[in-house]
């Protein structure tokens, strides 16, 4: 299949309208504030297109920070962290559409989103990606890729010294 990965524009208006991750409250958030958020700099949204200009799936990044405080000396060390806010990109929002789910687009979505994460924490210094899954069921799609979960919260992140590593594997 035939498929692009860009940025969200006006030109995914009738699109978006039509995704359906089976989670309300994300395919709300694309079709309605994904776009706002984006002109305000708050987030940037990635979508995934098809040839037939159906969005497979979409993700959201934006520029973070973590109090240390909310971490353990475990997870501290593990991100070499060495101020008292710990920069990081948050992938604030992560879907895919129902018709494609269990086909391996999710995975292959993920993989964009980290790949681009660790280019950009390259650019700017940043050494974890952080998630905020929306549920018990996207909390283990996150462990199955290699997420840590942190202490007392519903966060998971990577470091992007591991993700360094994977992709340089790879290229
Ligand atoms: C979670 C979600 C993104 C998975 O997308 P998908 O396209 O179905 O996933 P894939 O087909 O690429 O699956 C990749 C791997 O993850 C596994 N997986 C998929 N969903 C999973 C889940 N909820 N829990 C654990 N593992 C999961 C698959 O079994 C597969 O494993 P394999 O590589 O060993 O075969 C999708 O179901 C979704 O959008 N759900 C609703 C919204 C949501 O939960 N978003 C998550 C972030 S908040």
Same mark, same amino acid.
């Given at each position: 299949?035939?498929?692009?990965?860009?940025? %969200? &524009?006006?030109?995914?208006?009738? =699109?978006?309208? +039509?995704?359906?991750?089976?989670?309300?409250? !994300?395919?709300?958030?694309? *079709?309605?504030?994904?776009?706002?958020?984006?002109?305000?700099?708050?987030?940037?949204?990635?979508?995934?297109?098809?040839?037939?200009?159906?969005?497979?799936?979409?993700?959201? %990044? &934006?520029?973070?920070?973590?109090? =240390?405080?909310? +971490?353990?000396?475990?997870?501290?060390?593990? !991100?070499?962290?060495?101020? *008292?806010?710990?920069?990081?990109?948050?992938?604030?929002?992560?879907?895919?559409?129902?018709?494609?789910?269990?086909?391996?687009?999710?995975?292959?979505?993920?993989?964009?989103? %980290?790949?681009?994460?660790?280019?950009? =924490?390259?650019?700017?210094?940043?050494?974890?990606?952080?998630?905020?899954?929306?549920?018990?069921?996207?909390?283990?799609?996150?462990?199955?890729?290699?997420?840590?979960?942190?202490?007392?919260?519903?966060?998971?992140?990577?470091?992007?010294?591991?993700?360094?590593?994977?992709?340089?594997?790879?290229?």
């Amino acid at each position: 299949m035939e498929a692009q990965i860009t940025v %969200l &524009s006006t030109r995914h208006s009738a =699109a978006k309208k +039509l995704f359906k991750s089976g989670t309300q409250s !994300l395919d709300t958030y694309l *079709q309605q504030y994904a776009l706002q958020d984006q002109k305000k700099l708050q987030s940037v949204c990635f979508v995934f297109e098809n040839k037939q200009g159906q969005l497979l799936g979409f993700y959201t %990044l &934006s520029a973070s920070a973590i109090d =240390a405080n909310l +971490l353990d000396r475990q997870t501290l060390s593990i !991100l070499n962290a060495k101020y *008292q806010q710990i920069p990081a990109i948050l992938i604030g929002r992560f879907a895919i559409d129902q018709t494609f789910q269990h086909q391996g687009f999710g995975k292959l979505l993920l993989m964009d989103a %980290l790949r681009r994460c660790t280019k950009q =924490a390259e650019e700017m210094g940043a050494c974890a990606v952080f998630v905020d899954p929306i549920d018990e069921s996207a909390h283990s799609f996150y462990l199955k890729f290699g997420f840590h979960a942190l202490p007392n919260q519903s966060k998971l992140f990577i470091p992007i010294k591991t993700l360094q590593l994977l992709f340089q594997a790879f290229d």
